[in-house]
Nanobody
Framework: QLQASGGGLVQAGGSLRLSCAAS????????VGWFRQIPGKEREFVAG????????FYGDSVKGRFLVSRGNGANLAYLTMNNLQLEDTAVYFC??????????????????WGQGTLVTVSS
């Protein structure tokens, strides 16, 4: 079970760090991803980690501003978001997958999703 937290209201140019807490078995985890969604739009890939190699991947819109990292303890992963822009406003989700099939950026390849956390960026 996953739970994203750390969202909130932030001014443009500010920063937030999201956490993805996990309970249950994380053995043989293949990857963890962060996605975001605006009402009426498809879920968008933000960042991901290939678990065994710690290789990270980013969506084009957040490269150079966001940082995904492995967590510790109860937190599976973090998403540090810097220089937030108005267009970053969305509900952010963390997700996990055990399968090696498919691209890490593909929503359909993740089998486990947490409840999202809302990030609102104001001007």
């Amino acid at each position: 079970q996953l739970q994203a937290s750390g969202g909130g209201l932030v001014q443009a140019g500010g920063s937030l760090r999201l956490s993805c807490a996990a309970s249950g078995n994380t053995f043989n985890l293949y990857g963890v991803g962060w996605f975001r969604q605006i009402p009426g739009k498809e879920r968008e890939f933000v960042a991901g980690i290939h678990w065994s190699t710690s290789t990270v991947f980013y969506g084009d819109s957040v490269k150079g501003r966001f940082l995904v990292s492995r967590g510790n303890g109860a937190n599976l992963a973090y998403l540090t978001m810097n220089n937030l822009q108005l267009e970053d406003t969305a509900v952010y989700f963390c997700a996990a997958r055990y399968s090696a099939r498919g691209d890490l950026s593909s929503v359909q390849t993740y089998g486990y999703w947490g409840q999202g956390t809302l990030v609102t960026v104001s001007s």
